[in-house]
Each structure stands twice: as structure tokens, then as C-alpha cells.
């Protein structure tokens, strides 16, 4: 008689989640899981066709969630804007995901933070008249300087080390985004 099926994929999947948020990305191996889950290694492998399958689809889990819940969540009129007080917000809510997502080198996966980031990046911009019009260069340097204030300051308000009011940082990433926008760079 046939054993019914008690873990699934999802279970497995909310299971690395937590190991990730627990442990880190290089701990995680189909034992290490397993004795985490307190099972054997044969529903893993009955899910995915090995463990870079299985971080792969973990990730994708993973940006899936922080593009959908977390980073589109509409605070402020400017989307770059919406988008870093999005992003400080995941991370001082969530400091151990945010640091293994953001923080640390994760390894082979199909889709890097860094692609990940950009990606939504432009489509959060592509519809707004004031960055839609800008040129890829721009849009790269645009990122670059959000994404560093952003981590600077997610991680300085999540380690307790500052403290500030939305409206504060909000005065910040404008100057932040003046200051990108007007930067000529010699080449």
C-alpha cells in the first residue's frame, strides 16, 4: 500500500525560508533540511530534482513575495521613493531575511538579487513622467545611488544606531535622487 503524501512543496519551500532566516544559504543542504524538518531527505528529493532546483525555486519564492507584499506597497506619490521606504521597511522588520537576501552572496541561483532588483527597479519606473524618459545610464546611476542610501539606511535604523521619521528620510532620498539626476559624470 502506497504512503500518503504529508509534505509538500510548499511545506518545504516555508521550511528553507525559516532555515535561511535561522542559519544561512551555505548550511543548506538536503540533510541539513531534512534533520531541520525532522525528516528524511526522500520528500525533498520526491519535490525537487536536487538542492540548486530547490534553491532556485526558494528564491524565486522569495522575490516573488518581497515584489508582490512587500516592496509595492503604495506610501508615497514617487515610486522610487515608495520603493526605498518599501525596502527599509522589509528590512527592519524582517533583519536576518533581509540580510541573507540583500547581505550575503547566495550562492547559484537563476536570478540574482542584484537582476532582481534592477528588473523591478524599471518597471516600478517605466510609467512615471518624471523617470520614464531617462536614459539607461541614468536609470543605472538612479538605482545605484537609491539602493546604497536605502541599504545604508535600512541597516543603521534596523541596528538601532538611528533613528529618523519617514518624513526625514523621505527629505533625504529626494536630495538623494536631485543630486543623482543632476551628477554629470566625465568620462
Not at 29 to 50: C, D, G, H, V, W
Not at 86 to 108: D, H, M, V
Not at 125 to 143: F, G
Amino acid at each position: 500500500m502506497a504512503r500518503n503524501k504529508t509534505i509538500f512543496k510548499e511545506d518545504i519551500l516555508e521550511a528553507a525560508q525559516q532555515f535561511l532566516i535561522e542559519k544561512s544559504v551555505k548550511e543548506l543542504t538536503a540533510r541539513a533540511l531534512s534533520k531541520y524538518m525532522n525528516i528524511s531527505t526522500q520528500p525533498l528529493y520526491a519535490e525537487f530534482q536536487n538542492m540548486n532546483a530547490l534553491r532556485t525555486e526558494l528564491f524565486d519564492t522569495i522575490y516573488d513575495k518581497l515584489e508582490n507584499e512587500l516592496l509595492v506597497k503604495q506610501t508615497h506619490e514617487d515610486p522610487i521613493i515608495n520603493l526605498s521606504l518599501n525596502y527599509i521597511s522589509f528590512a527592519c522588520k524582517n533583519p536576518k531575511l533581509f540580510g541573507t537576501i540583500y547581505l550575503k552572496k547566495n550562492g547559484s541561483t537563476n536570478t540574482s538579487i542584484n537582476d532582481f532588483s534592477y528588473n523591478l527597479f524599471r518597471r516600478i519606473i517605466k510609467d512615471s513622467p518624471v523617470y520614464s524618459k531617462l536614459t539607461e545610464e541614468q536609470v543605472h546611476r538612479l538605482l545605484t545611488g537609491t539602493w546604497v542610501f536605502s541599504t545604508g539606511f535600512a541597516n543603521l535604523i534596523a541596528s538601532g544606531n538611528i533613528s529618523s521619521t519617514e518624513t526625514e528620510i523621505i527629505t533625504f532620498l529626494k536630495a538623494t535622487i536631485h543630486d543623482v539626476l543632476k551628477m554629470d559624470i566625465v568620462k
